[in-house]
């Protein structure tokens, strides 16, 4: 079974700090892990993310990802924070290669607040 | 942006009443599902879907059924509407193959029963 757990379902920040959202997995095959944003009345829109190879991977809007297996972790960093990124952010696992689920595990978000 | 759309975008329907809810893409992905958003749970999958005609059930099933008789075209029906479906429901689709297992996510539906 696959589970997801994201830490504080409310982060403040002020601009121009680091970003930091956790987000922690149980799996008991190799995951394939997703982070997605999304804005208010949006749908989500895909961040990044992790299948095989490099275990720190870049996203789009300067948003980077480390998955680390012997944490079972894969926080959500971002070095410098900008009023355009608050939004809600959900970290989302499935299993990797040809498990034969299909199915995707989400978190229950994390709406990031940015102080002026 | 992938090429998914969802229809109606809203709606408001009496409690009883069925109601169906459809998402169409262009992508041609082998996968679709159904999720429905709610405060404090995150998204939750309803049923999903590995093919044409082949469906499966979420973990919130229950008073939902689904249809896919075309590649494009993934079907919700709520069967009898109650208050508690009241959500917004978003449909995505994946390929789910090589190294592209992510989801691309429609715009959603917000549904209202009262």
């Known amino acids: 079974a696959q589970s997801v757990t994201q830490l504080g379902s409310h982060v403040s920040v002020s601009e121009g700090a680091l970003v930091l959202l956790r987000c922690n997995y149980s799996?008991?095959?190799?995951?394939?892990l997703f982070w997605y944003v999304q804005y208010p009345n949006q749908g989500l829109q895909l961040l990044l993310k992790?299948?095989?190879?490099?275990?720190l991977v870049k996203g789009i809007n300067g948003f980077e990802a480390e998955f680390k297996k012997s944490e079972t972790s894969f926080h959500l960093t971002k070095p410098s924070a900008h009023m355009s990124d608050a939004a809600e952010y959900f970290c989302?696992?499935?299993?990797?290669?040809?498990?034969?689920?299909?199915?995707?595990?989400f978190g229950t978000g994390t709406r990031l607040k940015v102080l002026a | 942006d992938a090429g998914i759309t969802q229809s109606p975008r809203h709606k408001v329907t009496e409690t009883g009443t069925p109601v169906t809810l459809r998402c169409h893409q262009t992508?041609?992905?082998?996968?679709m599902y159904w999720y429905r958003q709610d405060p404090g749970h995150g998204l939750r999958l309803i049923h999903y879907?590995?093919?044409?005609?082949?469906?499966d059930k979420g973990e919130v099933s229950d008073g939902y059924s689904v249809s896919r008789s075309k590649t494009e075209d993934f079907l919700l029906t709520l069967e009898s509407a109650t208050s508690s479906q009241t959500s917004v429901y978003f449909c995505?689709?994946?390929?789910?193959?090589?190294?592209?297992?992510?989801?691309?996510f429609g715009p959603g539906t917000r549904l209202t029963v009262t």
């Open positions: 995505a689709i994946s390929p789910k193959s090589g190294l592209s297992y992510e989801q691309y």
């Open positions: 992508e041609n992905h082998r996968y």
């Open positions: 799996s008991s095959v190799p995951p394939y």
């Open positions: 879907s590995y093919g044409v005609k082949d469906t």
């Open positions: 992790y299948t095989t190879g490099a275990t």
């Open positions: 989302a696992v499935t299993p990797g290669g040809s498990s034969g689920t299909y199915k995707y595990i």
